[in-house]
C-alpha cells in the first residue's frame, strides 16, 4: 500500500474533491451561517459607524481635521504702543494757571461824622448826608446845627445857600423840588476844611494833584458862561464819576481848586446862581 501523500496534480484533484464534498454537504447550513453573519456585521458595522458618528460629534473620537488643526483661541487685543517725542522736538507742556487779577476797586472813604464837614465825601451822587434826586427838605434836615441857611439871600428861590465848618454848600433843585446840582467850596475865613473827593481832592487842591487824580479830565463845555471863559485856563475840568459829572473850577492857571460842582444833567456851574 502506497503510504506517500499525494504530491502535484494528485493533490490538487484530492483538494477540489474535498471542497466539493464538504460544500455539497455543507452548503444549507454555510448559507444559513452567511445570512446570519451578514446581518449580525451589518448590525455591528451600523452600531459602529453610529458610535464612531457620536464620539466624532461628542469630540471622543478625533478626526483628522480635529485631530490636526490646533484649537482655536480669542483674538487678543494689541497691546498700546508708547508714542516717543522725536529727539529734537519742541516739549509743550499745559501751561500753569495764571490767577486773574481782581479789580482794584474804587477807593471809598470811611463814613462820615455828619458834624464834621471835612470827613464828607464828594461823590457823583452826593455830598455828604445831602443826594441828588432826593427833596430839599428830607436832604437838608440832618443839617441843622451843622450848616445854615440863614443867610441865604439869593432871589432865585430854586438855589440855596448852607454855610458853616468851613464849607459853603449851594443846593440847586427843579422845579419839581427834587435836587438837581450841588457845589462845593471852601470860607476863606476859616481853617476848616470842606468835604473832599474819594480821591483826595477839594477846594483848595492844587491843579497839579487834580490832574494826578483824575487823568482823564477834560474842559467843561456847557456852560453859561462866556465861551471864552470856559475854554481858557479859568474854565473848569471835568471828569464822570457814579454816572455824574464832577467838575472842579480855579480862579486862575496856577491857582488851587475853587469850586467843586457836582450834577447829572450839566458839566459846569452856572455863572450866576441867583439871577
Known sequence: MDTEPPQGDDLQRMLVSMKRHVLEHAAPRRSRRRRTTGITL?????????????????????????ADQPTATA??????????TP???????????VATPTPTPTSTRPPYALADPSTWTI???????????????????DLEGVLSDEYSTCNNPRVSFWAGGGTLLTIITGDDGRIEA????????????????????RPGSTVEALRAAYPDLRRS?????????????????TTTIDGSFVT????????????????????????EYCN
Open 42 to 66: 451589518g448590525v455591528v458595522g451600523v452600531l459602529l459607524l453610529g458610535a464612531a458618528g457620536g464620539g466624532v460629534a461628542f469630540g471622543v473620537i478625533p478626526t483628522p481635521l480635529t
Open 75 to 84: 483674538p487678543s487685543s494689541p497691546s498700546p504702543t508708547a508714542v516717543e
Open 87 to 97: 529727539t529734537g522736538a519742541p516739549v509743550v507742556e499745559d501751561p500753569t494757571p
Open 123 to 141: 461823590s457823583g451822587t452826593e455830598v455828604g448826608p445831602v443826594a441828588l434826586g432826593g427833596q430839599l427838605a428830607e436832604e437838608t434836615d
Open 182 to 201: 450841588l457845589s462845593v467850596r471852601g470860607l476863606a475865613e476859616t481853617t476848616e476844611r470842606p468835604p473832599t473827593t474819594a480821591a483826595g481832592i
Open 221 to 237: 463845555s456847557t456852560s453859561d458862561r462866556d465861551p471864552s471863559v470856559a475854554d481858557d485856563p479859568y474854565g473848569g475840568l
Open 248 to 271: 472842579f473850577s480855579t480862579r486862575g492857571p496856577d491857582l488851587p481848586v475853587d469850586e467843586v460842582w457836582v450834577s447829572r444833567t450839566r458839566d459846569a456851574p452856572p455863572s
